[in-house]
């Protein structure tokens, strides 16, 4: 019988900058009666990603473009919030509906650059992504592996919408240890059909399942731990899942 197991660990603490995430999950999993285990995939919430290493903007030290201001009236946000949006995007792609899809310095297409106020504490501070989601995620594998000697994966998520699609889903904006993508091209199906184009993308899926556990509002719930899913191994990092402009029709 196949099984997956999701736990959420409940006890992390509100996340500080300059605090060791990995520590603060391998206590957490120890107190829970989880621990952590070979092959358990990490799932991160972005939020507390940018609050341990300082990706974090006080709106009262921004002072808005004419460009942000003329946007900002367009769009009905606050200047100075799109003044920070236009600081972490690369290029705008579309606007409308009160959000400004970009392209981040990531290589990201979403709303907003990213740009969040909730699960920050502080009324003028809003979250930026991480300046390496991969990095990120390379280093508290590191470190998990040295306080536990576990091999683990590590995906950093963050909740996104999609084109053609209502409501927002969990999605992986950096990983390590596991491939993102699962390429089944050449299995076959139930009835011995050859997979042509079959090409998962499995880090999303599995930020999404962590998201069910998460919450986005007073879960409080910034890690979990997925067990007993055997993933392909790598550390090509979450950039592969953003799809070159040349190969998509929607650009």
Not at 81 to 92: D, H, N, Q, S
Not at 108 to 122: L, Q, R, T, Y
Not at 228 to 238: C, D, H, S, V
């Amino acid at each position: 019988m196949k099984k997956l197991e999701i736990y959420g660990l409940e006890k992390i603490p509100i996340v500080k900058e300059g605090d060791n995430v990995a520590e603060l999950i391998v206590k957490a999993a120890e107190e829970e009666g989880v621990g952590i285990e070979d092959g358990d995939i990490i799932v991160i919430a972005q939020s507390i990603i940018s609050r341990a290493e300082g990706s974090i903007v006080d709106l009262t030290k921004i002072k808005p473009s004419e460009f942000a201001k003329m946007i900002a009236k367009e769009t009905g946000k606050d200047p100075r919030i799109v003044e920070v949006i236009l600081r972490e995007a690369k290029e705008v792609v579309r606007m409308g509906h009160g959000v400004i899809v970009t392209l981040t310095h990531h290589g990201i297409v979403c709303a907003n650059s990213g740009v969040d106020k909730s699960n920050v504490p502080g009324e003028h501070l809003v979250s930026v992504l991480p300046r390496d989601p991969d990095k990120s995620a390379q280093k508290i594998r590191e470190e998990i592996r040295r306080l536990t000697g576990k091999e683990v994966a590590v995906i950093i998520s963050d909740t996104m919408g999609r084109p053609l699609r209502e409501g927002v889903i969990g999605v992986a904006i950096g990983a390590a240890g596991i491939s993102p993508l699962w390429d089944r091209r050449g299995d076959k199906d139930l009835f011995g059909y050859t997979l042509q184009v079959t090409v998962v993308a499995i880090a999303d899926e599995l930020a999404s399942a962590a998201e069910l556990v998460m919450g986005e509002a007073d879960e409080g719930i910034p890690v979990v731990i997925i067990r007993g899913f055997k993933y392909p191994r790598g550390n090509e990092g979450a950039r592969v899942l953003n799809r070159p402009r040349e190969k998509d029709l929607f650009w």
